[in-house]
């Protein structure tokens, strides 16, 4: 039953976000447009390119669907509703999201194109810029709660929401999500302008509503996940739990949109640079910080 | 159900194993191997180590796809196109492969599994995690804080050597 829960409101989610990225992106707002856009694109004949990698080409976009519901598996939206409270959440969260990265290269390799192939690699390095930022800040998240497991993460933060309680490691994963969903402003593996859309160059038809649709189901788990980890999950005065966690989700998605709308581009070796020598000493500093207050009792 | 499990898995990272040896394209060789490790990952989980399990799956998606980038850069042949053999030094590779699969054997047949399974009751996952952290802040610590300086001096090396030289010693050299 939570299982049908979690994706239909992965599912709303997703639509929410894609209402919202036409409002940024074109300016218009029209409830039914992501739904005519995906009847538009499951009509419309899907190409296979000359010469793919078939195997690759045909798995990535369901492989980037299944990463991304897959890191969902692991929250919860309510104390009960959650598809598995693993008592490694916190470990298999990064494991499913590591997956995004598999996908991408695939989708990137098997079609035969230089400019997918590109933007692939492109999301690869990208990747070596930001996973430590990702697991580094949800460790000090950990620490705090004493548990990996996600449901106590969200009890440990009844007093003070870890956004207050560790300011630095929020700053760093909100940044490291945006880049893990490849929302702008670090979309240059599939971005319009750049390399003619990149990964999702060569791909049309269903097959690309899948790989949108998994792109969508990613913002929205990171959304939940950022919320979760920092903001308190379902933790709230008045409204049920699960109000609280799907306010929180659409709050978080929001923003991430709202940043990448105002920020420029950045390109990877400079992600790598800023990741590397001020990213990583910072969430280290996180970890240590976090550690103190832990160990002072605070 | 859990043997079941566990025999799927063991025979999916056999199958996708020896798919890394029979197809002729660098990419579809490295995420072969990715799948092969990513199968062990979840025969861990069946055997109910989950810890070790989900670090498994973690680690080697990152792992296979920075190592097929760099065979991708490397090899003159990625996409296989040319028919490109992935096997070398056979004699040597079939000898090392018997003397395993024996090896093997020998430990599953001898291996006293009635007593074993009598003793051990795996624990539950959030007590093995906790063992697993006290092992290793505590009587491992030693042990896995140098390997992991070891790593860190290699990959500082190994960048040291990788560098472009500075401009003035490069004009010194020419």
Not at chain 1, 255 to 276: D, F, I, Q, S, T
């Amino acid at each position: 039953m939570s299982v049908l829960i979690i994706v239909l409101g992965l599912l709303a989610g997703a639509y929410a976000v894609a209402l919202l990225e036409d409002r940024l992106t074109r300016g218009s707002f029209a409830p039914a447009a992501p739904l005519l856009a995906a009847a538009a694109l499951l009509a419309r004949e899907s190409i296979v390119t000359r010469k793919p990698d078939r195997l690759l080409f045909e798995t990535a976009p369901v492989l980037l669907l299944i990463a991304a519901l897959l890191a969902a598996a692991v929250l919860p939206l309510s104390p009960t509703l959650i598809v598995a409270d693993l008592a490694t959440g916190g470990l298999f969260i990064n494991a499913a999201l590591a997956y995004v990265l598999v996908a991408l290269l695939m989708a990137g390799w098997g079609p035969d194109g230089a400019y997918a192939m590109v933007g692939g690699w492109r999301f690869l390095g990208q990747v070596i810029a930001y996973s430590m930022l990702i697991v580094m800040p949800i460790t000090a998240v950990a620490i705090r709660a004493e548990s990996l497991l996600t449901t106590a993460i969200v009890g440990s933060q009844e007093g003070w929401w870890n956004m207050f309680y560790q300011p630095l490691g929020f700053l760093l994963f909100f940044i490291a999500s945006l880049a893990v969903c490849f929302l702008p402003p670090f979309d240059r593996p599939s971005a319009e302008g750049e390399l003619a859309a990149g990964v999702e160059a060569e791909y049309t038809g269903a097959r690309l509503a899948i790989l949108r649709l998994g792109r969508m189901v990613l913002v929205v788990s990171l959304a939940a996940a950022t919320s979760v980890f920092f903001l308190g999950g379902w933790l709230g005065p008045w409204l049920p739990p699960w109000v609280w966690s799907a306010l929180k989700v659409l709050a978080v998605a929001a923003l991430m949109l709202l940043a990448g709308y105002y920020l420029p581009r950045v390109r990877e070796e400079h992600l790598l640079a800023w990741c590397w020598k001020l990213g990583i000493p910072l969430a280290l500093l996180n970890i240590f910080i976090v550690g103190v207050m832990v160990l002072a009792g605070l | 159900m859990q043997t079941f499990f566990i025999g799927f898995f063991g025979l999916a990272a056999i199958v996708f194993a020896v798919a890394v040896f029979r197809t002729s394209s660098m990419m579809r060789s490295a995420l072969a191997l990715l799948f092969s490790q990513t199968a062990l990952g979840a025969l861990f989980l069946a055997l109910q180590a989950e810890f070790l399990g989900v670090l498994q799956i973690m680690m080697m998606a990152t792992e296979m796809s920075i190592m097929a980038i760099f065979m991708v850069m490397f090899m003159m042949d990625p996409g296989g196109l040319g028919g490109m053999d992935m096997s070398h030094q056979k004699r040597l590779s079939m000898i090392a492969g018997l003397g395993a699969v024996m090896l093997v054997s020998a430990i599953a047949a001898y291996t006293r599994w009635q007593e074993l399974a009598s003793l051990s009751q795996a624990a539950a996952a959030d007590e093995q995690i906790r063992h697993l952290g006290r092992e290793l802040l505590g009587r491992s610590m030693l042990v896995f804080e140098t390997a992991g300086i070891t790593i860190l001096t290699a990959m500082i090396a190994t960048t040291a050597v990788a560098v472009k030289v500075p401009a003035e010693n490069a004009s010194h050299e020419s």
